[in-house]
C-alpha cells in the first residue's frame, strides 16, 4: 500500500470551512453560473452552452475536437501553428493533470526541483511516486521570484524535472520571461523536463510595457521539446464546477504517456462539462469571463492594498502580481515576531467566523518553520463578499489591539 500523505490545505478547509460566515481562502475568480455565461454573447453557431438534445455519450478522451481547437487558440500569440506543433489532452481539470503527468513520468531513481513555495500536489505526488524532491526556495526579499543562479547547486546527474507554478500559488508572484528563458536553457543543456502549472493564467496585474506579462512555458516550443504545461478553466475562467483542464506539451510522446495511464482513471472528461467549456472559450465569451474576472481582481486587490495599510502594525505583504491569492504575514506588533498562523487562523473561525487558510500550516509542509505568521489570502470573490469578510478582519485585529 502506498502511504499517501494528508492535503493539509484541502484537509483545513474540510475541517473549518462549515462554521465560517466569511472567506477568504477562495481562489477561483467568483463562479458563474450557467444563466451568466448564456448572457454572454457567443456565435450562432454555439447560441447556448448545453445542447440538450445531444445524446449523453462518453466525451471524447482526448477532448473534442472544437474544444481542442478553442484551447490552442489561447496559446495562439506565443505559438504559431499551435494545432500543429503541440499536442493536447483534456484532464479533469488541473489537479488530475498535474497528477497524471507527475505520477506517470516520475518514479524511483529520479530527482526532481520543485519551486517553494506552492500548492503541495506539485512535490508530494513526485515524493510517493519514489522520486526525491530538492525545494527551490523562494523568499518575500527576493518578491518570491526563483534565482536561477542556485538552480546549478540543486540539481543532480539524475534530475529529470523542474516544476514551476506561474503565476505562483499562494504567493501571487510572476516568473519573468527573461528568468524563464534561463530555466528552459539550463533544462535544455541537461534534457530535463520543465513542468509548469499555469492554472493561474492570464490573471496578471498592474502589467505594462516596463513589467511584461510572462509568456507560457509552451511559448519556448522553438528552443526545446520538454516542455509541459497544465491549466484549466477553474481560476480565471470562473468555472471550477465542470471540471476541464488539460496538458499541454510540443513533446508528443510525453502527452501520450500521460494518456495512457489516464485510462485506467477514467474514460473522458464528461461531454456536458467539454459543450460548457467550448461555450465558454468563444472568443466574444470568454473577452467578457475575462474582462469580469480582471475587474474583481483590480478592485479587490486595491481594498486589500489599503487594508493592509490601515493595518500595518499587524500586517506586511510583497504585492502579488498574478494569480488571485496573497501571501499576507502577520506579527506581532509589540515583538515584530510572526505569529503562529495555525493558531492565528483556528482562533479567527471560532470567534468571528472568518476562514483564511494558514499559509505556514498549508504551504510550510516541508518545513515547520518556512512561511510562518503567513496566510493565503484569496481576493477573487464577489466584491460584496470581499469587502464584508474585511471588515469581519478588521474588527478581529482591532479588538488585539484593546
Given at each position: 500500500?502506498?502511504?499517501?500523505?494528508?492535503?493539509?490545505?484541502?484537509?483545513?478547509?474540510?475541517?473549518?470551512?462549515?462554521?465560517?460566515?466569511?472567506?477568504?481562502?477562495?481562489?477561483?475568480?467568483?463562479?458563474?453560473?450557467?444563466?451568466?455565461?448564456?448572457?454572454?454573447?457567443?456565435?450562432?453557431?454555439?447560441?447556448?452552452?448545453?445542447?440538450?438534445?445531444?445524446?449523453?455519450?462518453?466525451?471524447?478522451?482526448?477532448?473534442?475536437?472544437?474544444?481542442?481547437?478553442?484551447?490552442?487558440?489561447?496559446?495562439?500569440?506565443?505559438?504559431?501553428?499551435?494545432?500543429?506543433?503541440?499536442?493536447?489532452?483534456?484532464?479533469?481539470?488541473?489537479?488530475?493533470?498535474?497528477?497524471?503527468?507527475?505520477?506517470?513520468?516520475?518514479?524511483?531513481?529520479?530527482?526532481?526541483?520543485?519551486?517553494?513555495?506552492?500548492?503541495?500536489?506539485?512535490?508530494?505526488?513526485?515524493?510517493?511516486?519514489?522520486?526525491?524532491?530538492?525545494?527551490?526556495?523562494?523568499?518575500?526579499?527576493?518578491?518570491?521570484?526563483?534565482?536561477?543562479?542556485?538552480?546549478?547547486?540543486?540539481?543532480?546527474?539524475?534530475?529529470?524535472?523542474?516544476?514551476?507554478?506561474?503565476?505562483?500559488?499562494?504567493?501571487?508572484?510572476?516568473?519573468?520571461?527573461?528568468?524563464?528563458?534561463?530555466?528552459?536553457?539550463?533544462?535544455?543543456?541537461?534534457?530535463?523536463?520543465?513542468?509548469?502549472?499555469?492554472?493561474?493564467?492570464?490573471?496578471?496585474?498592474?502589467?505594462?510595457?516596463?513589467?511584461?506579462?510572462?509568456?507560457?512555458?509552451?511559448?519556448?516550443?522553438?528552443?526545446?521539446?520538454?516542455?509541459?504545461?497544465?491549466?484549466?478553466?477553474?481560476?480565471?475562467?470562473?468555472?471550477?464546477?465542470?471540471?476541464v483542464g488539460w496538458v499541454i506539451s510540443p513533446n508528443a510522446?510525453?502527452?501520450?504517456?500521460?494518456?495512457?495511464?489516464?485510462?485506467?482513471?477514467?474514460?473522458?472528461?464528461?461531454?456536458?462539462?467539454?459543450?460548457?467549456?467550448?461555450?465558454?472559450?468563444?472568443?466574444?465569451?470568454?473577452?467578457?469571463?475575462?474582462?469580469?474576472?480582471?475587474?474583481?481582481?483590480?478592485?479587490?486587490?486595491?481594498?486589500l492594498e489599503r487594508f493592509i495599510v490601515d493595518h500595518s502594525?499587524?500586517?506586511?505583504?510583497?504585492?502579488?502580481?498574478?494569480?488571485?491569492?496573497?501571501?499576507?504575514?502577520?506579527?506581532?506588533?509589540?515583538?515584530?515576531?510572526?505569529?503562529?498562523?495555525?493558531?492565528?487562523?483556528?482562533?479567527?473561525?471560532?470567534?468571528?467566523?472568518?476562514?483564511?487558510?494558514?499559509?505556514?500550516?498549508?504551504?510550510?509542509?516541508?518545513?515547520?518553520?518556512?512561511?510562518?505568521?503567513?496566510?493565503?489570502?484569496?481576493?477573487?470573490?464577489?466584491?460584496?463578499?470581499?469587502?464584508?469578510?474585511?471588515?469581519?478582519?478588521?474588527?478581529?485585529?482591532?479588538?488585539?489591539?484593546?
Open positions: 500500500m502506498v502511504k499517501v500523505k494528508p492535503f493539509v490545505l484541502d484537509n483545513w478547509v474540510r475541517q473549518f470551512k462549515p462554521a465560517a460566515r466569511a472567506s477568504l481562502h477562495d481562489t477561483c475568480v467568483d463562479p458563474l453560473s450557467l444563466q451568466q455565461i448564456s448572457q454572454f454573447q457567443a456565435t450562432k453557431s454555439s447560441a447556448v452552452p448545453v445542447n440538450i438534445s445531444n445524446p449523453l455519450l462518453y466525451g471524447s478522451a482526448l477532448g473534442s475536437r472544437g474544444l481542442q481547437d478553442k484551447i490552442f487558440s489561447l496559446y495562439t500569440n506565443e505559438v504559431d501553428d499551435p494545432a500543429d506543433q503541440l499536442s493536447l489532452s483534456v484532464t479533469q481539470g488541473t489537479i488530475s493533470a498535474n497528477f497524471l503527468v507527475l505520477d506517470t513520468l516520475l518514479g524511483p531513481g529520479d530527482h526532481v526541483i520543485c519551486q517553494y513555495p506552492t500548492y503541495q500536489q506539485l512535490y508530494d505526488v513526485p515524493q510517493r511516486a519514489g522520486a526525491e524532491v530538492s525545494l527551490w526556495r523562494t523568499c518575500a526579499e527576493k518578491e518570491w521570484i526563483p534565482d536561477t543562479d542556485e538552480l546549478s547547486s540543486l540539481v543532480k546527474e539524475n534530475t529529470k524535472m523542474i516544476i514551476i507554478n506561474n503565476p505562483n500559488n499562494p504567493t501571487g508572484a510572476l516568473i519573468p520571461s527573461d528568468i524563464l528563458e534561463n530555466i528552459v536553457n539550463f533544462a535544455a543543456e541537461r534534457n530535463i523536463i520543465v513542468f509548469s502549472d499555469e492554472v493561474f493564467r492570464p490573471l496578471f496585474h498592474g502589467i505594462s510595457p516596463e513589467k511584461p506579462a510572462p509568456p507560457s512555458i509552451i511559448s519556448f516550443v522553438g528552443k526545446y521539446q520538454n516542455l509541459i504545461a497544465t491549466s484549466s478553466l477553474s481560476k480565471a475562467y470562473s468555472l471550477p464546477g465542470i471540471r510522446e510525453l502527452v501520450n504517456h500521460v494518456v495512457e495511464a489516464r485510462d485506467y482513471t477514467t474514460i473522458s472528461v464528461s461531454q456536458v462539462d467539454q459543450d460548457i467549456a467550448s461555450y465558454a472559450l468563444e472568443a466574444t465569451v470568454q473577452a467578457q469571463i475575462l474582462q469580469r474576472s480582471l475587474a474583481i481582481c483590480s478592485h479587490n486587490l486595491t481594498t502594525r499587524w500586517l506586511q505583504w510583497v504585492k502579488p502580481s498574478g494569480a488571485s491569492s496573497a501571501f499576507v504575514q502577520v506579527l506581532n506588533p509589540e515583538s515584530g515576531a510572526p505569529v503562529d498562523d495555525k493558531i492565528f487562523c483556528e482562533k479567527m473561525i471560532r470567534e468571528c467566523g472568518l476562514l483564511i487558510v494558514p499559509g505556514g500550516e498549508t504551504f510550510g509542509t516541508e518545513g515547520k518553520e518556512d512561511f510562518k505568521g503567513y496566510l493565503r489570502v484569496g481576493f477573487v470573490c464577489s466584491i460584496e463578499k470581499f469587502e464584508e469578510a474585511l471588515k469581519i478582519w478588521g474588527k478581529y485585529l482591532d479588538q488585539l489591539d484593546v
